[in-house]
């Protein structure tokens, strides 16, 4: 079965400052993995997806992700985080040609100014 | 494009009451998905929809939960009778397709649900 570990429950960041989500999946193959973002009180967003090829991702609102495949990990980065970047942030993974998606119990990240 | 669209936003009810949420998924979204997000959890999928037909209902505890899609556009999810345990934010998500591939799910805001 698939399942999706997110170390950290709580991140406080300085603005400008960079930020690292880690992700660590387990999956019997290389599965689609995302990242969502949620603000109080709103659904997910999806940020960004790695699906096959460059293992290194852009997604939106300058973050990136890096899929490393040796350490069942898919964790996101931004160089400089701003105050709007305070939100949950779940990580998801999902086989490759199914839906159910299995995601992380988030993490959440708070931003100091 | 417009959004996934939910609502009521928030409910309160008693235990033993019946609750329904509404979803209105993006136009042309084939699949439709209802989640479930307790405090502190990420979501996990209650029953997916691909156009008014259920795929996957395996998770959807069924002697109190029930949804349905008619004519393969918005969709239903009821609680009856409601549990304190089912006190949740619940999520209504679609896609075009199986949500694989380059067609992700895309997400409404949810309906809280507070169960006194």
């Known amino acids: 079965a698939q399942s999706v570990t997110q170390p950290d429950i709580h991140i406080t960041v300085s603005e400008g400052a960079s930020l690292e989500l880690r992700c660590n999946y387990s999956?019997?193959?290389?599965?689609?993995l995302f990242w969502y973002v949620q603000s109080p009180g709103q659904g997910l967003q999806l940020l960004l997806k790695?699906?096959?090829?460059?293992?290194l991702v852009q997604g939106i609102k300058g973050f990136e992700a890096e899929f490393k495949r040796s350490q069942s990990s898919f964790n996101l980065r931004k160089p400089s985080v701003h105050w709007s970047d305070a939100a949950e942030y779940f990580c998801?993974?999902?086989?490759?040609?199914?839906?159910?998606?299995?995601f992380g119990a988030g993490t959440t990240v708070t931003v100091r100014a | 494009e417009a959004g996934v669209a939910q609502s009521p936003r928030y409910k309160i009810i008693e235990k033993r009451q019946s609750v329904a949420f509404w979803c209105n998924p993006i136009?042309?979204?084939?699949?439709l998905y209802w989640y479930q997000q307790i405090l502190g959890q990420g979501p996990k999928l209650l029953i997916q929809?691909?156009?008014?037909?259920?795929?996957?209902d395996s998770q959807l505890p069924k002697d109190r939960f029930s949804a349905e899609r008619l004519k393969g556009v918005d969709s239903t999810l009821k609680i009856q009778p409601a549990k304190l345990e089912d006190s949740a934010v619940y999520l209504c998500?679609?896609?075009?397709?199986?949500?694989?591939?380059?067609?992700?799910?895309?997400f409404g805001d949810g309906t809280r649900l507070s169960i006194l």
């Open positions: 998500a679609s896609s075009l397709d199986g949500g694989t591939g380059n067609q992700p799910q895309h």
């Open positions: 999956y019997g193959a290389t599965p689609y």
């Open positions: 790695y699906f096959s090829g460059d293992t």
């Open positions: 998801a993974v999902g086989p490759i040609n199914d839906y159910k998606l299995s």
């Open positions: 136009s042309g979204h084939a699949t």
């Open positions: 929809f691909q156009n008014n037909g259920v795929v996957d």
